[in-house]
């Protein structure tokens, strides 16, 4: 029958680097001279613990009378492409050699785990054992931890991104000598950050940044749409809050801040809807249904308006009519966009 394999994986070739031995290492012996030549080169190489560990769970497994061998695959200094192409080339002399029925793969961590799917493609793999140095298991976990949010671009957008807004936030209103509105800025920041990810709003948002750089990159009239409606949204910003700054009274505060910003808003929807207007007709799709939401948009921005207008000063006489002939005008205006679908 085929031999088991005991495969000590070292992916970054310390061995190599450390003590000058070309892998791959066969055979108990060897294997053991590797590992005490690597343990006196670094006492604290964590790899010499896999190595050894290795050597243990095949002298345990020829104890109970199995068959089995142990072996040394290293990798390159230059961790990645690199170095997991050469412990493919490793792995598939090993198989051609001993066309083992299973293997045990030792490993020192996660760094060498990334090699894995090239072990099972090849092995029946029946156990994975890791090595981690008592005194340095919570130090690696966190340094594994921290190096995946720096590297990973799908994890530092969900974990760095949220920070670096944060601290940006504060910092921006400290340099105006109000800290307390720092604060709010980022409890409004992560308000906004918690609804968009609790509805999946983020894929939304994302497909729309990418939508505006394909767009600039492809220089299309589009994009200056696009920067206009960002320009109308930070001047509708400035104003209502510009506007709600004066008053202490919360509800007023808030139904300024909507009543001066709610107008440059619906303006920065209509400029998007706009730019995905021509972005669709340059790709020979359908543009009514654009037409149709930016009249939408403005009769939502209208009875928000309206409503925000009642709430500042509901006592003036005949602010209820007024409000119900904006809501009337909007409803037309809504009616006169869905024209636009059946085109």
Known sequence: MAKKLIIAIDRDDDLGQKTGIVS???????????????????????????????????????????????????????????????????????????????????????????????????????????????????????????????????????????????????????????????????ILFLGFYFLVKAYGLDKLILDFMNT?????????????????????????????????????????AFANFVFYSVGWITLSVVSITIARAIDAFSEGKKIGKYFTSAFIVVSIGLIIWGASGYLISPEVRDSVYRFAAVVFAALFISAVGLLFTRK
């Open 24 to 186: 791959p290492v066969v055979g108990r012996e060897n294997v053991l001279q590797a590992a005490i030549r690597l343990i006196l080169a670094d006492p604290e190489d964590s790899d010499a613990n896999a190595i050894f560990s290795a050597i243990k769970i095949h002298d345990e497994l020829v104890e109970k009378g199995e068959e089995c061998e142990v072996v040394i695959i290293a990798g390159d200094k230059n961790v990645g492409k690199v170095s997991d192409k050469k412990i493919a080339e490793q792995l598939d002399a090993i198989q051609m050699k001993f066309n083992p029925s299973s293997v045990i793969i030792v490993t020192d961590g996660s760094e060498d785990e990334f090699v894995l799917p090239l072990i099972y493609s090849r092995f029946k793999v029946d156990m994975l054992h890791r090595v981690v140095v008592k005194q340095s298991k919570t130090l690696e976990s966190a340094y594994f931890m921290l190096r995946r949010i720096f590297n990973e671009p799908k994890v530092a957008r969900v974990t760095l991104a949220p920070i670096g807004v944060i601290f940006l936030v504060y910092s921006f209103f400290l340099l105006l000598q109000h800290p307390e509105w720092g604060v709010g800025g980022i």
């Open 212 to 252: 505006v750089k394909r767009s600039a990159s492809e220089g299309r009239l589009s994009f200056i749409f696009y920067l206009g409606s960002g320009i109308l949204l930070l001047i509708g910003i400035s104003t209502g809050f510009n506007a709600s700054i004066a008053y202490t009274i919360p509800h007023l």
